[in-house]
Antibody, heavy 112, light 112 residues
Framework: EVQLVESGGGLVQPGRSLKLSCAASGFTFSNYYMAWVRQAPTKGLEWVASITNSGGSTYYRDSVKGRFTISRDNAKSTLYLQMDSLRSEDTATYYC?????WGQGVMVTVSS | DVVMTQTPPSLSVAIGQSVSISCKSSQSLVASDKNTYLNWLLQSPGRSPKRLIYQVSKLDSGVPDRFSGSGSEKDFTLKISRVEAEDLGVYYCLQGTHLPLTFGSGTKLEIK
């Protein structure tokens, strides 16, 4: 059974950091580009960042560039999102996805 | 950024009816490799998104053939024949040709 299980979310103050993890199982993780997609409360879907299957290239939306870092450990079948200098507008449910496969999401709330 | 204009914003249909959802992009979605990276996803209530169709018309495994995708260049359509109760939720188009990846604003399908 394919699973993507996100963790690491929670309530954090503006300007602080948080690191999300996404543990993959049931498919060959190293064969897939991976991405983080977020959804603010009651809003639509928004792409955040992507990483190639080897991890050699990464891509970000402008609003997170310089603040967020996507990475992966293929030996551990795990995707990460390091989020620094968090802002209130980063409040959302964060999903990891391999395109065909999606996690259940993890909530990040940025508030003082 | 490529703007994905999705219509209508909502639909209310009876079981067994057919519906179509439109997605128009502000730029051609034909990539340099000649593929067109246009996906359709469904987010059922309280669930994470699920990909239904990729590259305009290719159904993901397990997706009923009541779903079909068509279109080219900048104009795309998702058709659901013989709607069933399980089809309710929000449908999104997603373009993966250009960075940043962008989603349509969603179409909420309700069952009468």
């Amino acid at each position: 059974e394919v699973q993507l299980v996100e963790s690491g979310g929670g309530l954090v103050q503006p300007g602080r950091s948080l690191k999300l993890s996404c543990a993959a199982s049931g498919f060959t993780f190293s064969n897939y580009y991976m991405a983080w997609v977020r959804q603010a409360p009651t809003k639509g879907l928004e792409w955040v960042a992507s990483i190639t299957n080897s991890g050699g290239s990464t891509y970000y939306r402008d609003s997170v560039k310089g603040r967020f870092t996507i990475s992966r450990d293929n030996a551990k079948s795990t995707l990460y999102l390091q989020m620094d200098s968090l802002r209130s507008e980063d409040t959302a449910t964060y999903y990891c996805t391999a395109g065909i496969y999606w996690g259940q999401g993890v909530m990040v709330t940025v508030s003082s | 950024d490529v703007v994905m204009t999705q219509t209508p914003p909502s639909l209310s249909v009876a079981i067994g009816q057919s519906v179509s959802i439109s997605c128009k992009s502000s730029q051609s979605l034909v990539a340099s490799d000649k593929n067109t990276y246009l996906n359709w996803l469904l987010q059922s209530p309280g669930r994470s998104p699920k990909r239904l169709i990729y590259q305009v018309s290719k159904l993901d495994s397990g997706v009923p053939d009541r779903f079909s995708g068509s279109g080219s260049e900048k104009d795309f359509t998702l058709k659901i024949s013989r709607v069933e109760a399980e089809d309710l939720g929000v449908y999104y188009c997603l373009q993966g040709t250009h960075l940043p990846l962008t989603f349509g604003s969603g179409t909420k399908l309700e069952i009468k």
